[in-house]
């Protein structure tokens, strides 16, 4: 399962969080493990949510998606260990982030960063089923009496022969291209770049071990480290705390190191790891109904 969604607020009962998409990821997951089955999925959100994420709206918005995704109990990732210890072998959340270097004069040159905001509503199954819409993983979208949503489901009718964790599978031809054309441009691989031919040809199939660990997982957790260390002020595993981020920006008010990194150290395309350590020490001190109005 491939998702891109904008939001991903689910399946936390102890904040009346009532749409049901995360208790279903988990059921799924759970079916596979117990089946031994080549089974996976990949989640795709943004950095943060839109605007400044140190304002109190914004990481209200940041605490229930973290609890949706691997806080307490209830969350997705704490739920996936229980039966499955190494949970990085069935799902990942991830994010697009994206790098440039400007000249500010002849002898200085500064590094910029931009999240690439998720914006689409999208999940692509098997290869073979799409659905895009208008809908997010949040409580606005999927409880039914508050946004108004549409979607498009896309199921093909023409198969073609592939492969999905390494064995002979009938996918979606439609379905599929689009699948692969949004991983290569996430991955950074280029079809006119010999070195990347052998990335390209793993990329048509998801989930196979190869692709998933030496591909996927290794360019994200290789490019979240490059953000990290080029840019520690921006969303990462060491910022646990509103309390931490004052102090971090003191430290580097005096002490930025700005000097580019060489050509071997810098990004391969948009694709990292959510920071799932990320403001981990925030609480929300009250919560109420209202809420609602944010997730």
Known sequence: ??????????????????????????????????????????????????????????????????????????SIIERVKKFCPDFESRIGFFCLRQYAQMKKNTNETIQKTEQIYIHSKLMIVDDRIAIIGSANINERSLLGDRDSEIAVVIQDDELIESKMGGNFHLAGKKCQDLRIKLWKQYLGLNELDPSDRENI?????????????????????????????????????????????GELIKSLAANRDTKPPNVNELPKGWLCSLPLKFLEDLTIMSYSKADHIFI
């Open 1 to 74: 399962i491939f998702i891109e969604n904008q939001f991903f607020v689910s399946s936390v009962p102890s904040c009346d969080i009532r749409n049901q998409v995360a208790d279903k990821i988990v059921e799924r997951i759970k079916r596979a493990v117990e089946n031994c089955e080549p089974f996976r999925v990949v989640i795709i959100v943004p950095l943060h949510p839109a605007g400044k994420w140190s304002t109190k709206d914004t990481q209200r918005i940041i605490y229930f998606q973290y609890k949706t995704i691997c806080r307490g109990p209830e």
């Open 201 to 245: 040809e793993m990329v048509q199939d998801p989930i196979s071990e190869k692709t998933w660990n030496e591909l996927w997982l290794q360019n994200a957790k290789r490019n979240a480290a490059f953000f990290q260390r080029q840019f520690p002020d921006q969303p990462n595993d060491n910022i646990k705390s509103n309390s931490q981020y």
